[in-house]
């Protein structure tokens, strides 16, 4: 390897995934670190001069190039798992997290940044300027002694404990197989059956092969005709690495790690002078409070709730009449019965419908709306990746390059679960060389995998999440922002980071969109008018059980980081906010919040009433496109172009609420989001 260069040290250009090798992390850690201790001592010595520019051209450059090197790492840590490579990634982890709660604490640097004259400062530096400044006092800057030392102890145990629950979950998820005979999967669809029948014969096995991976796990718990089937797999997945799971997986347990989590935040709180944790959550965020916020999701829980009653009494009716199914509706039977009084109320089934979304389709359907309504052309590029399905693209305006984005759609083992994007590097004017950097973002999926040389068929759920996902990467990637900190999505507020994500979602309900992103597996034939008006009545179907369902998880995590002693157990809160909020009550045995990745390993601590929040200003912001279609439905170009420039160009740059105000020339309200999920009495 010696003679080799390492890969993670070519940071200019694209990170080269196909080169980097678990062996190459230690070395490039060291040499990065170094580069970055060093920048750090330059600029904090005391005739270094406190100009923005200075420290960005010595400071920001070393770190960026230390952020994208580790953030390629991380990466394949979550889509390329092996031994090897958590390893690595293990032994780096402690070095990078000193480094980073030690750079956001240091008071030299703190001292630097308060010198800095604000009036040198343009617009979108003093936006920049004023988050840093903040973010000094958040990470621990203003601390002396042993508070200071403490904090960095913590910052370092969390990282561990941190990576160990994401861990713990996939391989919890990854062990589990089950093996059936194909006979007890009646009901499921062919495809689904047919790639389990391919796993299984691959791994010599005879039967189909059934996992807890989304593509395997849903379609079996909408369709298997088999309850105990059903209530096997549902058991299986919701004790997943939990003290509820099977003898011989207790050793995946995160109730340990979540108690010591809970506990070292709340201590981290008070160090900095909070009570709580989730006090110091919303210090960045829109809102105000985590009183507000409480308040917001119990408001909205009564609204819900007769909607979500109805939803359940006709759940119960049905299963009653038509399935003659009189006892207590089990957990396992829910997804299954839902389906049927689906098919029987709109007379389609989501089967039906997935053959019309093949993926290739879906994608140039989704490019062709990005590409009209946001003035963009997107282009197959080349880069090194990590996995032969991985595609790479290029977004041009007017010729110029914009941004680029890796694909990851198909789910495989050692890929964690869920979708998501991430930033590869954003935009910034670079401070070394002058020249303007152009941002690249990772979107990643878990879908099905096509099988025997068939496209994948994406369920519309499906669809609906890579939408989601796009409108995060256009936020990263159409920004015009030029300082780093606050382009894209750096600097936004988190509780508005989903309105761009969950606006692109509307979409997918559009004739005139989704007319153009459909062709029939076999035949070829674009969905059916006549099919998509079924889907579209069947849209708000069940939509008053799902918000209650988002707002348990949201008070749950709220509340959790709120009012919580953390020295204590976290069910009994967990169960009484369901006493609160749920129309159906899960098995005691359920250990949903021990997989609960956003709050206990992403960033969404205290903040996964996110979704909910954004959900208003994406509803609201969505209605000026409905305010203004054509005659066929087609959104206006010239909305298109106003939400452009005051959302997705404007970035971090400025607070959210101005954005949306830019945008709306009002406040978000609430009334468009009830609307649009059908929960408004006639």
């Not at 009901?187 to 989304?214: H, Y």
């Not at 309504?373 to 977004?395: G, K």
């Amino acid at each position: 390897m010696s003679a080799q260069p390492n890969p993670l040290l070519e940071t200019s250009g694209l990170p080269l995934f196909d080169q980097i090798q678990p062996e190459h992390v230690a070395p490039a850690m060291d040499v990065l670190l170094a580069d970055a201790n060093q920048a750090l001592e330059t600029v904090t010595a005391a005739d270094f001069p406190a100009q923005w520019q200075a420290i960005a051209q010595t400071l920001d450059v070393s770190t960026e190039r230390l952020g994208i090197s580790w953030g390629a790492v991380s990466h394949l840590n979550s889509v390329a798992d092996s031994p090897e490579l958590r390893a690595a990634y293990n032994a780096a982890l402690p070095l990078l997290t000193e480094f980073w709660t030690r750079l956001g604490s240091d008071e030299r640097l703190y001292a630097k940044y308060k010198a800095i004259d604000t009036r040198t400062l343009n617009t979108e530096q003093k936006q920049a300027h004023q988050n840093a400044l903040r973010g000094f006092v958040l990470g621990g800057a203003e601390l002396q002694g042993e508070a200071k030392v403490r904090y960095a102890a913590i910052q370092e145990r969390l990282a561990e404990l941190i990576q160990k629950f994401s861990e713990n979950t996939l391989d919890a998820t990854d062990r589990f197989a089950l093996y059936v005979s194909e006979d007890r999967l009646a009901g499921v669809p062919a495809d689904v059956v047919q790639a389990t029948r391919a796993a299984a014969e691959q791994e010599g096995q005879a039967g189909c092969r059934l996992t807890l991976k989304m593509p395997v796990y849903l379609p079996v718990m909408q369709f298997a005709h088999d309850a105990a089937l059903r209530e096997e797999l549902y058991k299986a997945h919701v004790t997943r690495a939990s003290d509820q799971a099977p003898e011989d997986s207790r050793h995946f347990d995160n109730t340990a790690l979540m108690q010591e989590i809970l506990v070292l935040r709340q201590e981290e709180s008070r160090l900095l002078g909070y009570d709580n944790y989730a006090q110091v959550s919303v210090v960045p965020k829109m809102a105000e409070s985590p009183e507000k916020v409480i308040g917001f999701l119990r408001d909205l829980a009564v609204r819900a709730r007769p909607f979500a009653e109805k939803d359940l009494a006709d759940l119960r009716e049905f299963a009653a009449k038509e399935l003659g199914h009189n006892g207590p509706l089990n957990a396992w039977d829910v997804p299954y019965i839902s389906e049927k009084l689906k098919e029987a109320r709109y007379s389609f089934s989501e089967q039906e419908v997935k053959q019309y979304f093949t993926a290739p389709k879906v994608l140039a359907g989704l490019f062709k709306i990005i590409e009209t309504l946001f003035e963009v052309s997107i282009r197959p590029d080349q880069a090194p990746v990590w996995h032969p399905a991985v595609q790479f693209f290029r977004i041009e305006r007017a010729g110029q390059l914009v941004g680029q984005f890796y694909l990851d759609q198909p789910a495989r083992a050692g890929k964690r679960g869920g979708a998501w994007m991430d930033d590869v590097r954003g935009r910034w004017q670079r401070p070394d060389t002058g020249a303007l950097q152009t941002p690249v973002a990772h979107l990643v999926c878990n879908f099905a995998a096509g099988v025997n040389g068939q496209p994948a068929l994406l369920t519309h759920d499906d669809v609906i999440t890579l939408f989601h996902e796009f409108g995060h990467g256009l936020h990263h990637m159409l920004t015009q922002v030029n300082e780093r900190d606050v382009s894209g999505i750096s600097g936004v507020e988190w509780d508005a980071v989903e309105l761009p994500s969950q606006f692109m979602e509307n979409f997918c309900w559009e004739w005139s969109v989704l007319s153009h992103m459909t062709a029939h597996v076999e035949t070829g034939d674009p969905l059916p008018r006549e099919l998509f008006d079924k889907m579209l009545a069947a849209k708000n179907f069940q939509s008053g059980l799902q918000t209650l369902r988002q707002i348990e998880f949201s008070l749950f995590d709220m509340l959790v980081h709120a009012e919580h002693d953390p020295s204590q157990d976290f069910m009994p809160l967990l169960q009484e906010v369901r006493n609160e909020v749920s129309v159906m009550q899960p098995p005691a045995f359920n250990r949903m919040a021990h997989t609960f990745s956003h709050i206990f390993a992403g960033g969404y601590a205290a903040g996964y009433y996110s979704y909910k929040w954004a959900e208003v200003l994406s509803a609201d912001a969505y209605a000026a496109f409905e305010e203004t279609a054509g005659a066929d439905g087609s959104p206006s170009l010239e909305t298109g172009r106003r939400y452009r420039q005051a959302i997705l160009e404007a970035g971090g740059s400025r607070p959210a609420l101005e954005s949306f105000k830019a945008f709306r020339g009002r406040e978000p309200s609430l009334d468009a989001l009830l609307r649009h999920q059908g929960m408004v009495s006639a």
